[in-house]
């Protein structure tokens, strides 16, 4: 079934009606226009519009505070905007939650686990949720889980815990994956490792919505990256252009002068 970029109505009225299956083929992943949400007086996403082109990683940095994770969750039908228009795969995320949910993948910054679960478990309880999961056996060979299986989830070092993060961020088999400072904390050897395996998920087609607040991870993994300061975008290109345009050496110093200040500075 084709669909177009207008509600389908309902036969009871002007209702849109929910969809079951997302587009094929859409060319862009995520298409956001006038994206704005307030939370009381503190303005997260003020006018944000942008498009993730299908089968990039696209990346988001920003100090903290910055409208990130704002950003992320409404992209995943999470929060809902104030106001804007939003296009995730095709559908909207409110409305069709329950088709996009089959096609996204999500690391969430907050992300936990019940601390007893253990390696196999968590994958096999992801692996339910979904109509076509993948087979969680081949993720954990793959992201190097296999001594790891019978481990709890509380016992897991953090790169090990981020590859399982990643592991069932990639279990229903998504066409859109997001990763919310994935390799936050870790140390240099595990962050190289899960640029591995992100650099996978790209070669498999899957789409990358990659939150991070590392510089050289940025310039190793995504396509184009977007620069958001205080809800706002202040540069939005692939990452040699952000440096050429800056007139700054490095990609570091480039983003910190667009970042400016954060919650916590
Ligand atoms: N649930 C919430 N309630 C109130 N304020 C929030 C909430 N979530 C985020 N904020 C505020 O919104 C702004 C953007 O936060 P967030 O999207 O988490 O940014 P980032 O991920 O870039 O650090 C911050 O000022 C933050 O304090
Ligand atoms: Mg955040």
Not at 173 to 195: F, H, K, Q, V, Y
Not at 199 to 219: A, C, F, N, Q, W
Request: aromatic share 6%; glycine share 10%; net charge neutral.
């Amino acid at each position: 079934m084709i669909f177009g970029k207008t509600p389908i109505p309902s036969r009871r009225g002007s209702q849109p009606v929910q969809v079951d299956e997302a587009p094929a083929d859409p060319v862009n992943s995520v298409e956001a226009s006038g994206l704005t949400k307030r939370y009381g007086d503190t303005v997260a996403l003020d006018d944000v519009s942008f498009e993730v082109r299908a089968g990039e990683v696209f990346g988001i940095v920003g100090a903290n505070g910055a409208g990130r994770t704002t950003l992320v969750e409404c992209v995943a039908g999470l929060r809902r905007p104030d106001l804007g228009h939003l296009r995730v795969l095709g559908l909207d995320p409110r409305r069709d939650a329950q088709t996009l949910r089959r096609h996204v993948g999500i690391h969430l910054q907050q992300s936990s686990l019940q601390d007893s679960l253990r390696v196999w478990e968590a994958l096999d309880l992801y692996a339910s949720f979904y109509k076509s999961p993948v087979d969680w056996n081949s993720l954990i060979e793959r992201w190097g889980l296999a001594d790891k299986r019978r481990t709890a989830v509380s016992k897991l070092s953090g790169g090990f815990r981020q590859r399982l993060f990643i592991a069932l961020a990639l279990v229903g088999n998504p066409r859109l994956a997001i990763l919310d400072e994935l390799t936050t904390g870790l140390d240099s050897r595990a962050r190289r490792s899960t640029w591995r395996l992100v650099k996978e998920m790209r070669d498999d087609g899957v789409t990358v919505l990659l939150v991070s607040h590392y510089p050289d991870e940025i310039e190793s993994l995504c396509d184009r990256v977007m620069v958001l300061r205080h809800g706002r975008i202040v540069a939005l290109d692939a990452p040699a252009s952000l440096v050429e345009a800056s007139g700054r050496r490095t990609l570091e110093d480039a983003i910190i002068d667009l970042e400016g200040g954060g919650d916590d500075q």
